[in-house]
């Protein structure tokens, strides 16, 4: 009976209320992102939890999984009669402790936890599971204190707390955690945080007593602990072939000598006894175990075989497996893996879709590719390995590592500002057949020099983006930017909208919240997200909105108009600018940055008609653009699309689209071949001597080392280059695709992979191709295989028996079929196949809204900046020769703007920082110089020669003929300013004149006065 005394410091708890802490999930989407690999296990870990289970957050991270909890329960049975009494010294929400409960083994079974919320929840749990009031003694506090107590102090125990030592056992299941919990292959138990084991063994070692343990504890250090001529037991516990834990069965110090045909704990047949050292010959009874388990395996695979057929006859994933468990295995191979290693490989990797391409931002001569899946029409295989290709030695190489991102495809990476990091987020995994989908919330880091993963973990709820896929990032500064993607739960598919902004310096994520009223883009995935000297541009997407279509419908009065509300693919067309400020010099470090959404206007010249799966790479201030579907028409066939293979260019800061054209590479003349001599001789030495002086401050060296590091530059290459090998050539972009990866290295494009479809089948491209953007001089093979055979699945045999029935239903079944009709795609992928196929974007959720067209920003050609225009046919060293003084006028004119007086800076610096303003001008026009070469070579013009530049004679005669035809030529129709950095230029606007009405000479001279005005629509 119980005797209340105040003196009493510890006594058994009463039952407690749920608090706020406490939660019974019902939904993923009701789930903190860092415990959904935990709810998707949660009849694993309670199979009635459907009843009324409750836990706290952090106790989904203990909870002992019940089939792993029942069979150390059943293992402890047989312990010693005389002990009947266990207590539990880490309760947590009651997994184990309702176990030993249940077993009926225990006269007494004492749960102690230390948390009152979680105490809660395990008294709750245990009601349903049906255990009666008393069977549990519940405790509120902490178990060491509680067994110091119960050792040295029993007095200060209420008596219903106090226990006789030789009739009880203790279970100890501790948190786990420490250094090299997660990596380690052997884990230090003497690391393990917050108890070690020495805390462990040194409060449990006056009972009998078992620790769970990691599954990599090192088993060396548990032998240690038992008393002499003690044996010490200890099980792995495993579910579904996976090792999920360790349990070490430890007898008391106090225990008498050990009697052979005794043990204290007697577990069954699958415990691994340490200590013993001699093998035990099989007897006979052990031969008919084994063949018992041979006949019913052969049983089971009989079964096996039969469910599979039968569920190919019934169209069932049944046989589907489980994600987690899969992914599960997947981490248990890669912790195999003791280090990164780096090995060359005989031939490019595997075709994969949804990966990511992207240019080493360490290395100039590096592409790195991760991750994406490949679907053969039956099956899915999702990949996680990095691969590295290395463009001069045409070599690639994979990367395994111990510590690396899952298997995964949709992901999205990106690099840093500073230092040169990858980032990667999210991403999704499925089962083969896809009949389920798993999307990732993880955030890792790569190193492109060691090529190490480092994954960047954060507690707590809404610290982080949530799980998804099909999202952007890009960077900014010490930021990096996150946004849209969706997420999809198997019922249903939801878009985001949601911003993210992590700071790489104090390693946190910040949400921004943005006023209600401001004007943000709607929720989209696979749109573009590029980086911009103020934030970011995001253009285009795609998802699906709802929207009401007619329907058909025979009543009793005669066919009538019915109407259905339905989700249709919507691409989208819009821009956005995100412009982002840094927090102020004295804030806080966790003090977010200031973002706002500017809505732009719809770029000029946009690819039309709209597609969607059409990728774009940045490149000096511009999105280079490429392939894409549009689905033009559903028929009762299906939707017939039609697919892209052209290149554009989209300038960010004019917001304009211009196509890119492939064409043959321009015959030079012998004469320009030979050496020029006089001033244009010198000019171009000194231009060679100043890129080379830039690459010196570039790399932070001396200016005075500069040949040095180019002497060392072009030796490394000549040991570590082998000869190329001659790689094909064509004037036509790579065959029409949607969803290609792109990237772009030293001015080079690389297209790899990409989908394409026909009829219903889906192909994954295994290739590789590179375009010069700065020559356009056609399209290089780097590598390309034949498309691997489509396999029927069999849903779509059924389909193709099902097509006979179909023509034989009646009208009005058709006219509910044709309204259902729109929502499919020409893909078997459903979901999934949704984000890469999209039918028709006509029909919109919103109200019918005046045309977007004259909604155009009507931008200014580049020739309208004020800025010096490079010729046609003039390369990036040409053209900064011939105008170096003006971009070196406009620098320091900008500097003094700046307060930064330009006197103070080496003159060779200002140079190498002017030439960076001449490149970034070259490539601002590219698009609009070639379209004039282009006109220009039709007319027969190939080289523009300015006579100033020769240094002859007729040098002086040129420059006077080019004042007259200036004022010839240009016939002036006002004048405009525009800022130029942060000064403001003066120019006049010319008008157009026709190349064919100039000689050579003369189109030099009046290109100097202006001509380059031709620009101007």
Known sequence: MSVENPEYTMKPAEEL?????????????????????????????????????YMTDDAWFGVTPEPVANQVANDMYGTDEKKHILIDAFGGAGGNTIAFTLSERWSRVISIERDPSTLACAQNNAKVYGIEPGLITWILGDSFEYLDKLFNRPEELHPDLRVNLDETVLFSSPPWGGPGYRTDEVFNLYNMQPYNLDDLHNAYNRLDHALFLPRTSDIRQIAKLAPSDRKVEVVQYCMEG?????????????????????????????????????????????????????????????????????????GSDAEDVDLDEVLEEYRRQQEQFLKVTETVIEAPPRARA?????????????????????FNGSLA???????????????????????????????????????????????????????TFHHYSDFWRLEPVTREWTKIEFKGKDKSPSARSGHRMTYWKQYIILFGGFQDTSNQTKYLSDLWIFDTVNFVWHSPQLPPAQLKPDPRSSFTLL????????????????????????????????????????????????????????????????????????????????????????????????GGVHDVEASEEGMDSEFFNQLFAWNIERN??????????????????????????????????????????????????????????????????????????????????????LAIQDDVLYIYGGTFEKGDREFTFDDLYAIDLGKLDGCKEVFSRPVEDWIESDDEDDDDEDEEDEEDEEEDEEADEEASQQLRTPSKRKKKQDEISEVSSEVSSEPSTPSEEDDTETSATSVDDGLPHPRPFETRREFFVRTSNEWQ?????????KNIQPETM??????????????????????????????????????????????????????????????????????????VGDHVAFFPRVQRTSAAALSISQFGDAAMGGISGWGDN
């Open 17 to 53: 209320p749920l608090t706020d802490q406490c939660h019974h999930y019902e939904g993923k989407h009701e789930v903190p992102w860092d415990i959904q690999k935990y709810f998707s296990q949660r009849y694993s870990i309670f199979s009635l939890y459907d009843y009324g289970v």
């Open 242 to 314: 996976a090792s999920k834990a360790l349990v070490a069965f430890l007898p008391s110090k106090s225990s008498k000598k050990h009697d052979p045909t005794f043990d204290i704990f007697l577990p069954q047949c699958h415990i691994f006894c340490i200590m013993a050292k001699d093998k035990k010959k099989n007897n006979a009874d052990t031969k008919k175990a084994k063949k018992a388990e041979k006949a019913a395996k052969q049983a089971n695979k009989g079964e096996k075989k039969a469910k599979n057929k039968a569920a190919k006859i019934e």
């Open 354 to 374: 949804a990966s990511t391409l992207m240019a080493s931002p360490h290395d100039s001569n590096t592409l790195l590719l991760f991750g994406g899946e490949y």
């Open 381 to 435: 295989q999702f990949y996680n390995d990095l691969n590295i290709y290395n463009i001069n030695r045409d070599e690639w190489r994979c990367v395994t590592s111990p510590n690396a991102p899952l298997p995964r495809s949709g992901h999205a990476w990106t690099r840093a500002g500073n230092p040169n990091h990858v980032y990667l987020f999210g991403g999704e995994f499925s089962s083969p057949k896809q009949g």
């Open 531 to 626: 980086p911009h000297e103020q934030g970011a541009v995001l253009y285009g997407g795609y998802s699906r909105v709802k929207s009401t279509v007619n329907v058909k419908q025979k009543g009793n009065k005669g066919p009538s108009q019915a109407q259905r509300n339905v989700l249709i693919p919507k691409v989208h067309e819009d821009c956005f600018f995100l412009r982002i400020s840094q927090p102020a010099t004295d804030a806080s470090p966790n003090t977010p940055p200031a973002v706002r959404w500017e809505k732009r206007k719809k770029p000029a010249n946009a690819p039309n008609p709209t597609r969607a799966g059409a990728t774009m790479a940045w490149h000096k201030g511009r999105g280079i653009l490429f």
């Open 656 to 741: 304009r689209f211009m196509p890119l054209s492939l064409r043959k590479a321009r015959q030079q003349k012998k004469a320009a071949a030979e050496p020029r001599g006089g001033r244009r001789g010198r000019a171009q030495a000194n231009e060679d001597e100043l890129l080379r002086q830039l690459a010196a401050l570039e790399s932070g060296a001396s200016l005075d080392d500069a040949d040095d590091i180019e002497l060392a530059k072009k030796e490394e290459e000549q040991d570590d280059e082998k000869p190329a090998r001659e790689m094909p050539v064509t004037m036509e972009p790579p065959h029409v695709r949607f969803n290609a990866q």
């Open 889 to 897: 006028e406009i620098l320091m004119t900008s500097l003094r703007w």
């Open 906 to 979: 080496p003159i060779k610096e200002i140079k190498a920082k002017a030439f960076e303003l001449s490149e970034e001008k070259w490539w601002d026009c590219r698009e609009e110089i070639v379209a004039l070469e282009e006109e220009q070579e039709a007319a027969g013009i190939q080289e523009v020669v300015s006579l100033a530049d020769r240094g002859d004679a007729s040098a002086a005669g040129g420059a006077r003929r080019s004042s007259s035809q200036h004022r010839r030529y240009h016939d002036f129709k006002g004048s405009s300013t525009t800022p």
